[in-house]
């Protein structure tokens, strides 16, 4: 079956480092993505990776092992506005968005 | 502004009615999709469309229905609504017809009663 895997809620500190994970198993490989949704409002798209390592945009970076089935957000020099879901979505052989549950990521001063 | 327009925002209907969710968008993307967002639950697929004039099953397609009579407009029906539809709706479209960035509209939340 088609399986995406990660945190439900995580914790951090203003002005600190988070790592958010995500596995996946599904039918075929077409890119991971990283999507963040503020509570009430709608996905907005943050990185699409296709090959394996390290895709630095600003203070968010994602990666991506293909052989392991698994990928990771990395946030920056965290700001109360980061609090926010980030959805992790596998694009399958159909070329069709598998979604994770998200991972609810809260923010203290 | 350019983007995704979704109607209604939020919709409180009994159980057997019939409802449409509009979805309108201006960006000229070929692909559009209308998601569910449930709870403890990733968004589910319920239909799609990669161009005018055609449309797909995805993943939770029972109960609904699509049309993509324009490259704008892509609503989405519910013959007879049931509780179990209650839920939170997202349009979305994308430029190509595989899923790369998607755009999101801000959502319906309906409920179904």
């Known amino acids: 079956g088609q399986n995406i895997d990660q945190p439900t809620e995580m914790t951090a500190t203003e002005g600190a480092i988070v790592q958010i994970n995500c596995t996946y198993q599904?039918?075929?490989?077409?890119?991971l993505f990283w999507y963040q949704q503020h509570a009430g409002e709608a996905p907005t798209f943050l990185s699409y990776?296709?090959l394996d390592g390290l895709e630095e945009k600003g203070r968010f970076s994602s990666f991506l092992s293909r052989s392991k089935g698994y990928s990771y957000l990395l946030l920056k020099e965290l700001q109360m506005k980061d609090s926010a879901s980030y959805l992790c979505?596998?694009?399958?052989?159909?070329?069709?968005?598998?979604w994770g549950a998200g991972t609810k990521l809260i923010i203290k001063p | 502004i350019a983007g995704i327009t979704q109607a209604p925002t939020s919709q409180i209907l009994a159980a057997g009615r019939r409802m449409t969710l509009r979805c309108t968008q201006d960006?000229?993307?070929?692909?559009m999709y209308w998601y569910r967002q449930d709870l403890g639950l990733g968004l589910r697929l319920i239909h799609y469309?990669?161009?005018?004039?055609?449309?797909g099953k995805g993943e939770v397609p029972d109960g609904y229905s699509v049309s993509r009579a324009n490259t704008d407009d892509f609503p989405l029906t519910l013959a007879s609504a049931v509780p179990s539809q209650t839920s939170v709706y997202f349009c979305?479209?994308?430029?190509?017809?595989?899923?790369?960035?998607?755009?999101f509209g801000e959502g319906s939340r309906l409920t179904v009663l």
């Open positions: 469309s990669n161009t005018a004039g055609t449309t």
């Open positions: 960006m000229r993307h070929n692909a």
């Open positions: 990776n296709v």
């Open positions: 979305a479209s994308s430029e190509g017809q595989a899923p790369g960035e998607l755009f």
């Open positions: 599904t039918s075929g490989f077409n890119g």
């Open positions: 979505a596998n694009m399958d052989s159909n070329y069709q968005l598998i």
